[in-house]
């Protein structure tokens, strides 16, 4: 008899625990995707509800700042999936080392020009833009030269290329529209910048209280404020130079100990679900589908006649060139 409530105790101990005991994926991404008003939540819940376990997401910084972080773990990372890299950071992911084939059969992509990558995997896609707000800039400039000599009082806010996709989006933008004479421009332009952000979010912020002009952004930022807030004053400015696109990609790290769950979230990452999610809530282009359900904002939205982009293999040295030339204007 006492054997047999000394087992019965046991199994009222040990069943609870067990049932708690569900693998954890862990994703590392920046810090709006798992904001409250970001795709993080929805994602959370809606991957869990078809894999048996936890999803776990941890904000590691804009997207230069999540490479950052992987490459100073290294093979130590707790991370099996990195999302939130972009095309512009694709090549220096893959010479870490750390990444690994995703082995996905995914659907084609939709992305302007196409995505193929055996590594890394698009999820959503955009166009760079200036956001201002009509009630405070009636004349918005229409491209870089027009930035460049608009009134004094046409300030910017931006994001650092070292630590920001967007930072590294504007660094590689004026590049490409500028070649040799970037650095020309960088320094013209730097007495606009009101204040260099560590990422995204912060620089947002900041034009929103008012304390820029026109912040880096995206043309699908004010499709946010006419949803969400019902609010039709912020505008992207249409540059006439062309708008450079930004490819979001998340990828599977070599070290990670779930990889077969690591595989189902890039495969659920593609499908309708979390591409339907994405518009309203990460304010992007899904990577997927024809967009055809898109909210009706979204049809009055920029679209830019150019597109502009560099190819991933070629970015690290025209960014190295661009770096260099973006820090002595500022500095001065």
């Given amino acids: 008899m006492k054997h047999l409530l000394t087992a019965a105790a046991f199994s009222l101990i040990a069943l609870p625990a067990m049932a708690e005991e569900k693998p954890e994926l862990t994703v590392y991404t920046y810090d709006s995707f ?48 990195v999302l939130g890299l972009d095309a512009n950071l694709v090549a220096q992911a893959r010479e870490t080392g750390l990444f690994v084939p995703h082995g996905q059969d995914l659907p084609e992509s939709s992305v302007p020009g196409g995505w193929e ?10 166009y760079f833009a200036f956001v201002y707000d009509e ?35 504007l660094l590689l933008w004026v590049k490409h529209v500028y070649g040799d004479e970037a650095d020309e421009v960088w320094a013209k332009l730097a007495p606009r910048i009101v ?16 304390e820029a002009m026109m912040a880096l952004s995206y043309t699908t930022s004010p499709a946010y404020h006419v949803i969400a807030e019902e609010d039709g004053t912020k505008r992207a400015a249409a540059f006439s130079d062309g708008h450079y696109m930004q490819i979001e990609v998340a990828g599977k790290l070599a070290a990670t100990d779930q990889p077969e769950l ?29 967009g055809a359900d898109l909210p009706e904002a979204f049809s009055d939205l920029v679209t830019p006649e150019t597109s502009l982009i560099f190819k991933p293999e070629d970015t690290p040295a025209i960014r190295e060139e ?8 500022l500095s001065k």
């Fill in 34 to 81: 798992i904001s409250e008003w970001g795709p993080g939540p929805a994602v959370e819940k809606a991957f869990e509800a078809i894999c048996d376990c936890d999803l776990k997401l941890v904000a590691a910084g804009d997207g230069a700042s999540l490479l950052g972080r992987v490459r100073l773990e290294g093979k130590r990372s707790e991370a099996d999936v």
């Fill in 262 to 290: 690591a595989d189902q979230f890039l495969a659920f990452m593609a499908g309708e679900e979390f591409q339907t999610i994405i518009p309203t809530t990460n304010w992007m282009y899904p990577a997927y589908g024809t």
């Fill in 195 to 210: 204040t260099v952000t560590k990422g995204w979010w912060e620089a947002y912020s900041a034009f929103l209280e008012g």
């Fill in 322 to 329: 661009a770096l260099a030339g973006w820090l002595e204007a």
């Fill in 117 to 126: 990558d055996d590594t890394f995997a698009a999820y959503d896609w955009g």
């Fill in 135 to 169: 009630t405070r800039l009636e004349n918005p400039p229409t491209s870089f030269d027009d930035l460049l000599n608009a009134p004094d009082d046409v300030t910017i806010v931006i994001q650092d290329p070292r630590t920001s996709t967007p930072g590294l989006g």
